[in-house]
């Protein structure tokens, strides 16, 4: 048990409780703001699936409704332990309904819910007491995720700028604010751009891991997801907005008490005005979200979505540069370790999800996204994990599609990309009468209807399908990016 575990759910005493800076749960309070914007980014954002609930009704759209509700509701009251628990409460239910289709950064999202929901269960809803059993846990939450999200770019096929995420984003990115490169043909300096992009992660989550360097972690990685998330083509704000919320917490406590201070300095009026742009502002979207858009509809609602990044990002750099120029912060002396052992689940959890692709447990949503990592059936093409120890054999029964009726499925054949088994049963039994060419165990076969064979369409338990996701398989070498969802993961 941590030394300072007892201490964590004990109640305070009077002189504690006099001791502490008028600051005490103002980290917590700019937390809640930042992650109620991450939370309607994701809404937003490719990942969103509330568009036109009310013409259709989903279990998903839903979700997203009530996320977005309870998002509002946090920043009107964003002091409030209970609309805090409430959006966190919210937040795994939909990832349980999106996955498997699932990024990334809402896995990272489920951790840091889960960490708070532990939080408020030991600290009992005093936002003080839950500010300081929780920010720990969030910190390693983001230094895990940072970790195993740098580490899986190390492999052959992510350094090759021909066929690299590093290079394929990097050209659409630039495309997308006007300038025309080609690095993935180029050569020569092309290899800067996924050198640099790895150099990049893998140095934020060092200079995240100690004191005197953790504000330099902080800047380098706001500006590197900042500049991540101005690809119009590819809205990465869902992404980036769920880090710039964790960023924050690795600063010195001293910058939340400014922000607040500096709120606090505006007169009233000018603080409900503001409060009033900003919530009226993210309901407007929501609801052009929600009732279905036409063309008009559509590009105020793409307009205002950027606009929404580049403001809140804006207001977080700024604010963040205000406070580093005026106090000029040696260290930041932030606690990394969870202060219970019960909050210990959520760091044991982060790994396991971070360590799936190299133990074939899972390749969707295990922090591995877009690193070109190959790691199926015993092989890999990691530098320094040449070999994975499978604890399941679904990537050694893969299917590669020859022909079909469904034009999803004709993606695979002409992509040449292998899709495992389990991924194309599941997949089947929701499409059971199209016609399909394919090979599997080196055989063969056709079935103009896929139900024909009724081991092809035999439905996949939802827990499995969830829990036991794997991306399709380059069936060339090197691993070419795959930038997207394929129709059956």
Known sequence: MDPD???????????EIERRPA??????????????????FHIWGPSGRAAGVFSEITTVAVTHVLLG??????????????RLTALAVLGPVSVWFEAPFLGSHWMVALFVDLGILLAVLLGRFDAVRVERLFAPVARFVLLAFYFFAAFSKFNSAFFDPSVSCGTYFFDELAASLGFHVHSMTSGGWAHLVPIGTAAIEASVFLLLLFRRTRVAGVVLGLVFHGAIALDQTHLFSDFSSVLNALFMLFLPAGFAASAVSRVRSLTSRTREAVRSIVVLGASALLLIQWIGRNRTLERVFDDGLRWAWVVVDMVVLVAVAAYLFRDRPRASDVRLRPRAALLWVVPLLVVLNGLSPYLELRT??????????HTADGS??????????????????LVRIVDSSDPNLLLYARTQFAIPFLELRDYLSRH???TIDFVRNGRQRHLARAADDPALVEPVPSWQSKLFAFRSLDETSPSRCQPVFFPAL
């Open 5 to 15: 575990a007892s201490a964590a759910v004990a109640e305070p005493s009077a002189p």
């Open 23 to 40: 600051s005490s749960g103002d980290v917590l309070a700019i937390f809640a703001v930042l992650w109620a914007f991450a939370t309607l």
């Open 69 to 82: 509700v309870a998002a509002v509701a946090v920043l009107l009251r964003p002091r409030s332990v209970v």
């Open 364 to 373: 969707a949503y295990a922090f591995n996204m877009y690193s070109n990592l």
């Open 380 to 397: 890999s093409n990691h530098f320094l994990v040449r070999a994975t120890v499978p604890l399941t054999d679904y990537q050694s029964d």
């Open 432 to 434: 059971r009468d199209v």
